[in-house]
């Protein structure tokens, strides 16, 4: 069993930068790829970036590619995603997730086995 926590939402002005944060439980972490997904107001969640288990891999949406970064570090349990650009439009609850499978569907939420509760990030324009 996996419990995520997630941090470091807020309110921030359109150009600024916020810093997720996604503390695992367990001593298992090092062996889960980590997810995060975000879901804005009246929209599916949708898949932001992961990261493979070793960290060696990162993968990102179209719509955060150049702005965002994901990284982890396994002997804290946690997982990060730094958003700097930020628009109006990433305006969403941002979720982190854990999967065991190694394949690269990173986007498919049903590949993860756990998820956090989410964190508001409000980008005001």
């Known amino acids: 069993q996996v419990q995520l926590v997630e941090s470091g939402g807020g309110l921030v002005q359109a150009g600024g930068s916020l810093r997720l944060s996604c503390a695992a439980s367990?001593?298992?972490?090092?062996?889960?790829?980590m997810g995060w997904f975000r879901q804005a107001p009246g929209k599916e969640r949708e898949f932001v970036a992961g990261?493979?288990?070793?960290?060696?891999?990162?993968y990102f949406a179209d719509s955060v590619k150049g702005r965002f970064t994901i990284s982890r570090d396994n002997p804290k349990n946690t997982a990060y995603l730094q958003m700097n650009s930020l628009k109006p439009e990433d305006t969403a609850v941002y979720y982190c997730?854990?999967?065991?499978?190694?394949?690269?569907?990173?986007?498919?939420?049903?590949?993860?086995?756990?998820w956090g509760q989410g964190t508001q990030v409000t980008v005001s324009s």
């Open positions: 367990g001593r298992t972490f090092s062996r889960y790829g």
């Open positions: 990261i493979a288990w070793s960290g060696g891999n990162t």
């Open positions: 997730a854990a999967k065991i499978s190694r394949s690269d569907t990173w986007w498919r939420e049903g590949e993860y086995d756990y």
